[in-house]
């Protein structure tokens, strides 16, 4: 699958709206919550084949404390170890047949995950939704903010960062310039309005003491390097998306390379040796551990280099670090299929260029 997939997939999660767009439906939780004929904690007892047991522990509204539960695949749960608690939101369908969404114990909170419905898959923004607020927005009444304390961190400026406090709606993670979504392992956030907006990436938000999540980010969506470059994109000017310049020499035929970042692609790396500036991940160990790109007019052949480079929106942000460091690194080139591990034929040179 191609890394710049992931890329696509996360401009994709601030494009809210209340009806299916190709197979994603979204819906807002404070909808979700309200119109559900199930709100329950469940207690997870057994899996088995994919279908998790429960039993129900705590009820907003649907079945009595002590019902047992059933969780198909559908729902998109996963592997849920024995005793772990899920939140589980299910709508009646014809029938006997429902749609259910479950939540991840997070806790102060419930992380909602992508599930299969009867119309596609379902993500709820925020993603996440507060225990205090569950019995509320159950109700059809509004819930407290969330507060969210955002640091930037900028590959370029190590020691400096940038430090955002938001309040987004707990019903759909709205801000008016700003947006919240929070997946199963990752929180996004996009700062500003059309044309004039950054992207950004992290980790899950931890509580803090006095009740305002906190999480360190990353800039993706332009991926911006300086505060100076923040603040350009924030005000809808063109920043440097150039991370590293030099050459690569394949069986002694040397080649001009740059490295970019595309707002829609992610990483590029641009050469005529190659079939795709966008880097591949398969299946492969080697495509798992390095750089790799399709070798031009050889189907099925791949040029890999580099070291342990995380798969991922920060990607660009890691490569940058690691070029900023050393000012000009040289790694060896290997060619190979998806299932063997090839031969070194060359190596590419590359020098860091910083930020305008």
Not at 3 to 23: H, P
Not at 131 to 138: D, E, F, G, Y
Not at 286 to 294: G, Y
Not at 305 to 333: C, M, N, Q, S, Y
Request: glycine content about 8%; aromatic content about 6%.
């Amino acid at each position: 699958m191609r890394l710049a997939l992931t890329w696509l997939a996360l401009s994709a999660l601030f494009v809210l709206a209340e009806s299916a767009r190709g197979d994603l439906v979204e819906r807002s939780t404070a909808q979700t919550l309200k119109n559900a004929n199930n709100v329950e904690l469940v207690w997870v007892t057994g899996t088995e084949r994919g279908v998790v047991r429960a039993t129900v522990i705590h009820s907003w509204r649907g079945r009595k404390i002590g019902s047992p539960v059933r969780l198909d695949s559908e729902v998109g749960v996963g592997q849920v170890p024995v005793g772990r608690r899920l939140l589980l939101v299910c709508t009646q369908l014809v029938g006997t047949r429902k749609d259910c969404i479950a939540g991840r114990d997070a806790g102060s909170y419930y992380v909602f995950k992508y599930s299969s419905i009867a119309h596609g898959t379902v993500q709820i923004p925020p993603g996440m939704v507060e225990k205090r607020a569950i019995p509320l927005l159950t109700q059809g009444k509004a819930a407290p903010e969330l507060c969210v304390r955002a640091r930037v961190q900028l590959s370029d400026e190590p020691t400096m960062s940038r430090l955002f406090t938001l309040r987004f709606s707990a019903s759909d993670g709205k801000k008016q310039h700003a947006r919240l979504f929070v997946s199963e392992g990752h929180t996004h956030l996009r700062l500003g309005s059309v044309g004039r907006s950054v992207a950004l990436w992290g980790g899950l938000p931890r509580r803090a003491r006095d009740g305002c999540y906190e999480l360190s980010v990353l800039p993706v969506a332009p991926f911006v390097r300086t505060r100076k470059a923040l603040r350009n994109a924030l005000a809808g000017k063109r920043t440097t998306t150039v991370i590293a310049t030099g050459e690569m020499t394949l069986r002694n035929t040397r080649t001009p390379v740059r490295i970019d970042v595309d707002p829609r692609r992610g990483l590029r790396l641009l050469s005529p040796a190659l079939g795709d500036t966008a880097p591949y991940q398969s299946h492969s160990p080697l495509t798992k551990r390095m750089l790799t790109f399709p070798k031009a007019k050889h189907k099925g052949r791949y040029l890999s280099f580099g070291e342990k480079l995380p798969r991922g929106p920060d990607l660009a942000f890691r490569l940058t670090r690691i070029l900023r460091e050393k000012g000009t690194r040289t790694w060896p080139v290997r060619e190979h299929g998806i299932n063997d591990a090839g031969k070194v034929i060359g190596a590419i040179q590359l020098t860091f260029v910083p930020s305008s």
